[in-house]
């Protein structure tokens, strides 16, 4: 699924008026600012994980090759080769 940009700001408008109800934050900025900076960050973790899904498929078709004629699943390799990727990266998926 593809986030937009207006996804990713209500959502982060849910989680921020949920947060201020809960009490659990007590901002010292508008929310506006807020809401900018949490969309700004989930938009970079968006992108980190596409930048790691293309590294991961590029690996996969490096090795392909050898791959074939196995009875190895290509999307389980995918999915092995990309958290190995995340956790040498320290990004949490």
């Known amino acids: 699924m593809r986030f937009t940009d207006e996804m990713v ?43 790691l899904d293309r590294d991961a498929d590029a690996l996969l078709e490096k090795h392909l090759g050898k791959i074939e004629g196995t009875q190895a699943n290509t999307r389980v390799l995918f999915q092995k080769i990309k958290e190995r990727l995340a956790k040498e990266r320290d990004i949490v998926l």
Do not use: F, N, V
Request: glycine letters at 4%; a positive charge; proline letters at 2%.
């Open 9 to 51: 700001r209500r959502l982060c408008a849910g989680i921020l008026a949920r947060w201020k109800a809960k009490g659990l934050i007590r901002p010292k900025t508008s929310d506006d600012a807020l809401l900018s900076r949490m969309t700004e960050e989930i938009q970079k973790d968006i992108r980190r994980e596409a930048e």
